[in-house]
C-alpha cells in the first residue's frame, strides 16, 4: 500500500505545528490533462498541454474532489457536466471536469478524477505556490488518513 | 455547454431510473452512447468517440444532492465556488 509521510518544519528545521497550522494538511502536486484524452492528444499527433503545478489541499469537509477551474481551462479540458454545490446564498450549479492529479515527490500514485467540481481557488497559495484542489471525501473513501497536530505532520496511504 | 445533452437527459431520466439507477450515462448531442458502472469508461468511450467535443457523463439518480465545500462557504480559505 503505497504511504507518504508530510513533515512540516520551521525555518530552523525543527518540526513545528504553527507550521501545520499555518500551511493545512498540503500535498506538492500537478494537474494534468486525463489519461485518455492524453492518449488520444497523441494518437491524433496534437499539442498536448504542461500540467500545472500547485499545492493540494487534503478537505474532510468537501463531498467531492474540487479542482480550480482558472487551472483546468488553462489545460483545455472540456467539462463533461455540471452539479449542484451548496454556498452561502443558496446552491449554485458548477461544472465537473475530468483530469489527472499526479502527486509529484511522494508514492502515491497518480489518479485519474472523472468528475471533479471547477472551483475558484484563485489567490489562495502556500508558499507562494497555489492550491489548485481540494482532495474530498470521495477520494478519501479510499485512503488511510492520519492528521497528528502534536506531531506537525499527516500521513496518507493509498 | 451540454445544455443540449442535459436537455436530453432530463427527458429520458424517468425510463432509465427503474433499471440503471447509480450508474453513469453518456450523451452526446441528442443521443443515449451508452450506460456504464464506473464513470471512468465512461470518459474513457467518450474520448474514444468525439475526442475533444464536449459530452455529458451524467449520474443517474433520482434527486441529485448538492456538494458541499465548507470551507469555502465559510471563507475559511478565501474562496468562492
Known sequence: M????QYFNDQSGKLNPNVLIGAGPVLEAEIDIPSALSDYLKQEK?????PIKGWVLIDTGATRTAIDERTIKKLKVPSVGTTSVTTARG??????????????STAIPSMDLTRATGVNLARQSVVNRPIIALLGRDVLSKVVFVYNGPGSHFSISF | MLKEELQFYNSIKETLLPHHEGKFALIHGGELV?????????????????????????YITKEDEAEKYPSLVLGLIHAAP
Open chain 1, 91 to 104: 446552491k449554485k450549479t458548477c461544472n465537473l471536469y475530468p483530469c489527472k492529479l499526479r502527486f509529484t
Open chain 1, 2 to 5: 503505497p504511504h507518504h509521510n
Open chain 2, 34 to 58: 451508452g450506460i456504464f458502472v464506473k464513470d471512468l469508461d465512461a470518459y474513457q468511450e467518450g474520448v474514444k468517440q468525439f475526442g475533444m467535443t464536449p459530452f455529458l457523463i451524467q
Open chain 1, 46 to 50: 496534437k499539442r498536448i498541454p504542461k
